[in-house]
């Protein structure tokens, strides 16, 4: 199992936990207050490992045509539910294993998101450099990764290791 696999099979329960899980909840406020700063004058963008589209539909809501890229079919299932019932006719979701490895086709946005979904992939500058690849010249990418060697994560670290959950850290 890989880490699409296993967020296909948790979608549900991962779209629900931003109703009520702490972490998910600060994790929207801090990127609504980045998006009040810096998505500003924004026309297009993209969320890269848009999980069940939360802060995809939270760009659509701002008036930003947005695409949202996902590996997992059922995360995407449920950010195009999530669409359909704001009414965001400004939003579509592709399933894209990430990272991308040509995106000369595509369309260059002013903004580009990621929360929590380049930690997976093999190479962080590599990931950098997909996500800039995305920008237009005057774009800006806002992104998340965890802090490794936070005192909540190192908790979390050793949790996993006697429980073996949360099930993502095998990632």
């Known amino acids: 199992m890989d880490a699409v696999e296993f967020y296909s099979e948790v979608a ?3 779209h629900a936990s931003y109703q009520k899980d702490v972490n998910r909840l600060e994790r929207m406020r801090v990127f609504k207050n980045f998006l009040n700063r810096y ?4 026309a297009f963008g993209y969320d890269v490992g848009c999980g069940s589209g939360v802060l995809a539909c939270e760009l659509a809501r701002r008036g930003i045509e947005t695409i949202g890229f ?3 079919k059922e995360m995407l299932a449920i950010a195009e539910r999530s ?5 965001l006719s400004n939003l579509r979701f592709e399933l894209k294993r990430l990272p991308i490895a040509d ?3 595509f369309r260059q946005a002013d903004i580009v998101i990621s929360s929590s979904a380049i930690e997976y992939l093999d190479s962080i500058p590599e990931s950098l450099s997909f996500l800039r690849n995305l ?3 005057t774009g800006i990418v806002i992104f998340s990764v965890s802090n490794h060697d936070s005192i ?5 670290r050793w949790v996993h290791s006697l429980t073996g959950r949360p099930g993502y850290l095998r990632f």
């Open 12 to 14: 549900a329960d991962f």
């Open 83 to 87: 669409a359909r019932e704001f009414g």
């Open 152 to 156: 909540s994560r190192k908790v979390v």
């Open 70 to 72: 996902d590996g997992a």
């Open 39 to 42: 998505a500003v004058g924004a």
């Open 135 to 137: 920008l237009s010249e």
């Open 103 to 105: 995106t000369a086709g």
